[in-house]
Structure formats: C-alpha cells, structure tokens
C-alpha cells in the first residue's frame, strides 16, 4: 500500500535506531504534538526500541481530550433542546462531561446524531428547515478548514438553521505554554504533520529560535516517527534548534493557501481554555464577527453551567507529559475504554486510551478472563 507499507519497512526501522543509537551520548526528552503520533509510538513500542534515555513524552494533541468541560457542557445544554439537531464527530459522544455524556443526552430523548463531515450537518440542515442543526466543531488546524468551509456554504445558500459550536484550538500557542511551564522537561518537538500540511511551517522558526528546541516535522507511519527522533537527536547533539521537515511528501513550507485563505475568512484567534491545562492565549479560533450569527454560542445562549471534573482523573497531567496514563491510579481499573473517567481514555487519539489498548503494563489488574479490548467508539475523522 503506497505510503503506508514502505514506512513500515523493518529493516529500514532497525537501520535507523542504528543510526539514532550512534548519535546519542546523553540523555534527551522529545515531545511528540499529535495523539495520532502518541497511538503509533505505542502501538509499534518505539519509545520501548529507542536507546535508554532517549524519552519520547505525550503531548496535548488529541482535540477531544483538550475540549474544554464548559464547552461539552453546553454541547449537552444545547443537544437537549427539542428544537435541535445536534451533530458531532463519534467519539465527542462518550467523552464526559458534567455528569453526563452525549449518549446520555440521547437515550434521554435529544436528537444526537454521529456525522463524517460538516457538511453531512448542513444538508441535514436543508432536509430539516424546520429545525435547528448545530455542528460540533472542534479540533486542531486540521479541522478548522472543512469547518470553517461549510459555515462558509451555509452563508452563501442562505441556509439560516445550522451553527457550528466552535471549540477550535492551535498548537503553536500550546507548545509555546509547554516551554514556558516551569516544570517543562521537553527539549525538541515532533510537531505534528497534518497540522504543518495546512499551515505550512512559517509559525515553528522563530518559537526554536527563542526557546532553543528543534521542531522536527513529522508524520504518523513508525518510519516517520523514527526518522523525525534520529533529526531531533540529531540537532540536540550537535547544540542546534532549527526547524526540519521530516514530512515532505504531505508539508509544504507555505502550507495549503486554499484553507488558509477560508480559515483567515471565517475565523479569528482568540484565548481557548483547553480541558485540563488552562486558558492559552491565542490559542484557538472563533466565528469571526461577519459569520457571528452561525455561532451556536450566540444563538442558544447557555448559562449557569457549573463543571466538576472527575477528582480521580489526572489527564491534565497527562496531556502536559508531566505523568504517563499507567501511573494514573484509576487507569485500567476504575477508568477504562467503557467506563472513561477522561476524555484521554475515550478518545482515539487519547494517550490513556494508546496506553490501555497497546500495551500491557505491570503496573495494570490481570483483566482475564475478558474480550479483548475493543477501541475507543469510532476512529473520527477529528484531527
Ligand atoms: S487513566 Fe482515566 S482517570 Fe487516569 S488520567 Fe487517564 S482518563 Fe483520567
């Protein structure tokens, strides 16, 4: 299969932890971005391959895990309104918010309806004239074009009962809250590829300029992720912090122009809360003023949400790469695949979920004599 089996080749694996195991004299801490990284370092056991001391730590790169309690709180407000159609992403369905889940929200009579696209929501909007339709829209800059293109659509065919509620986050300002936490041991950074594909590179140069790290664009095959570690090893060894792309046959320096342009049209930067972790600064996207009456937010307006976050789970620490998922307490007891306490065990891209379905850990209960594991809901195309 093009592109996937010649970046699982072992041989080419074995030749370049040779090469990674040669060029390492010290002890180095590399931060991969993206979720879809974290699944295949633990599904393939790379950090398990890699030389003593070369930690590869877990980013906040999941969009599930990182949307905010508020926000899937008033998800929940808003899903339960007779009046709407709420759609979303498969796996936003589990994730926890308040006492409830979107599945709940369902079996309780609200209209919760699992979609493959935005624009799935907005012909559902022109079948239903008579109903309000509001999109989930959450995720990474990977997410914020399709997203941002529909409510684009939905402008131009005057199609007046869809809303997208808007939870959209950016990774620079995250990786630039990482460095400046002062319990930051990340060095280099595998940034994350789908993310570099939309938004080309321009943003990476000067954040490994003024925090001395190297930023290695890399993609998601085990090749990739070992090839990106041999670059960043690399660099760190030789006392360099530039920005390397490792994933050209999917990243341009300048990005996608096309979905740049929808994204400078339809939204505009704001601070984002991100579950777990706190307000960043100009971390996220919202509804720009001009497309401000397709704002789910502004049109069920929500109030007197009080969230409470389960006391046990820990994922804020682990979406900073401050604890791994199997030093969590409740992790493969009381918070597993079926019975997530954290959107980080819920998610496909979650970490807790990697760590739950990929590896078996001393530290986890015997689980016998029970099926296999099965995976967190549906893979969603949430990025
Ligand atoms: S194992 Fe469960 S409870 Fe622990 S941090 Fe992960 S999601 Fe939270």
Same mark, same amino acid.
């Given at each position: 299969?093009?592109?996937?089996?010649?970046?699982?080749?072992?041989?080419?694996?074995?030749?370049?932890?040779?090469?990674?195991?040669?060029?390492?004299?010290?002890?180095?801490?590399?931060?991969?971005?993206?979720?879809?990284?974290?699944?295949?370092?633990?599904?393939?056991?790379?950090?398990?391959?890699?030389?003593?001391?070369?930690?590869?730590?877990?980013?906040?790169?999941?969009? &599930? =895990?990182?949307?905010?309690?508020?926000?899937?709180?008033?998800? $929940? +407000?808003?899903?339960? @309104?007779?009046? *709407? %159609?709420?759609?979303?992403?498969?796996?936003?369905?589990?994730?926890?918010?308040?006492?409830?889940?979107?599945?709940?929200?369902?079996?309780?009579?609200?209209?919760?309806?699992?979609?493959?696209?935005?624009?799935?929501?907005?012909?559902?909007?022109?079948?239903?004239?008579?109903?309000?339709?509001?999109?989930?829209?959450?995720?990474?800059?990977?997410?914020?074009?399709?997203?941002?293109?529909?409510?684009?659509?939905?402008?131009?065919?005057?199609?007046?009962?869809?809303?997208?509620?808007?939870?959209?986050?950016?990774?620079?300002?995250?990786?630039?809250?990482?460095?400046?936490?002062?319990?930051?041991?990340?060095?280099?950074?595998?940034?994350?590829?789908? &993310? =570099?594909?939309?938004?080309?590179?321009?943003?990476?140069?000067? $954040? +490994?300029?003024?925090? @001395?790290?190297? *930023? %290695?664009?890399?993609?998601?095959?085990?090749?990739?992720?070992?090839?990106?570690?041999?670059?960043?090893?690399?660099?760190?060894?030789?006392?360099?912090?530039?920005?390397?792309?490792?994933?050209?046959?999917?990243?341009?320096?300048?990005?996608?122009?096309?979905?740049?342009?929808?994204?400078?049209?339809?939204?505009?930067?704001?601070?984002?809360?991100?579950?777990?972790?706190?307000?960043?600064?100009?971390?996220?996207?919202?509804?720009?003023?001009?497309?401000?009456?397709?704002?789910?937010?502004?049109?069920?307006?929500?109030?007197?949400?009080?969230?409470?976050?389960?006391?046990?789970?820990?994922?804020?620490?682990?979406?900073?790469?401050?604890?791994?998922?199997?030093?969590?307490?409740?992790?493969?007891?009381?918070?597993?695949?079926?019975?997530?306490?954290?959107?980080?065990? *819920?998610?496909?891209?979650?970490?807790?979920?990697?760590?739950?379905?990929?590896?078996?850990?001393?530290?986890?209960?015997?689980?016998?004599?029970?099926?296999?594991?099965?995976?967190?809901?549906?893979?969603?195309?949430?990025?």
């Amino acid at each position: 299969m093009k592109y996937i089996d010649e970046f699982q080749d072992p041989g080419l694996a074995r030749r370049l932890l040779d090469d990674i195991r040669a060029s390492v004299t010290r002890p180095w801490a590399l931060m991969e971005v993206c979720g879809g990284q974290t699944h295949t370092i633990i599904r393939h056991g790379i950090d398990q391959l890699l030389p003593e001391g070369v930690e590869l730590i877990h980013g906040p790169g999941c969009p &599930v =895990c990182v949307t905010p309690l508020e926000v899937i709180d008033k998800a $929940l +407000a808003i899903a339960a @309104r007779p009046e *709407v %159609v709420f759609c979303s992403f498969g796996d936003m369905l589990r994730v926890p918010g308040t006492g409830k889940d979107l599945f709940r929200v369902r079996s309780e009579g609200g209209d919760v309806r699992v979609v493959y696209s935005p624009l799935d929501a907005l012909r559902i909007a022109r079948e239903n004239p008579d109903r309000q339709v509001v999109f989930f829209g959450i995720g990474f800059e990977t997410t914020a074009p399709p997203n941002a293109m529909t409510v684009y659509q939905a402008r131009r065919l005057g199609i007046r009962n869809f809303s997208l509620l808007v939870s959209h986050v950016r990774v620079p300002p995250a990786i630039e809250a990482i460095m400046q936490s002062p319990s930051c041991r990340v060095q280099g950074f595998l940034a994350a590829g789908h &993310v =570099c594909s939309v938004m080309g590179t321009a943003e990476y140069p000067e $954040l +490994a300029d003024r925090h @001395r790290v190297p *930023v %290695v664009v890399t993609g998601f095959e085990p090749l990739d992720i070992l090839e990106g570690v041999r670059r960043a090893v690399r660099q760190l060894e030789r006392g360099e912090h530039t920005v390397e792309n490792a994933y050209p046959r999917a990243v341009r320096t300048e990005g996608n122009p096309a979905a740049l342009a929808m994204i400078e049209d339809v939204f505009e930067v704001t601070d984002r809360a991100w579950r777990g972790i706190g307000t960043i600064p100009d971390s996220g996207w919202r509804l720009s003023e001009r497309y401000r009456e397709y704002d789910a937010e502004h049109r069920f307006p929500v109030s007197g949400i009080a969230t409470r976050e389960p006391e046990a789970c820990r994922s804020g620490e682990v979406l900073q790469g401050l604890l791994k998922p199997h030093q969590c307490e409740a992790f493969g007891t009381a918070c597993t695949p079926r019975t997530p306490l954290g959107a980080t065990m *819920v998610s496909s891209e979650g970490a807790c979920a990697a760590y739950y379905l990929y590896r078996r850990l001393g530290t986890a209960p015997a689980r016998s004599p029970q099926p296999a594991p099965q995976p967190p809901l549906e893979a969603s195309p949430v990025v």
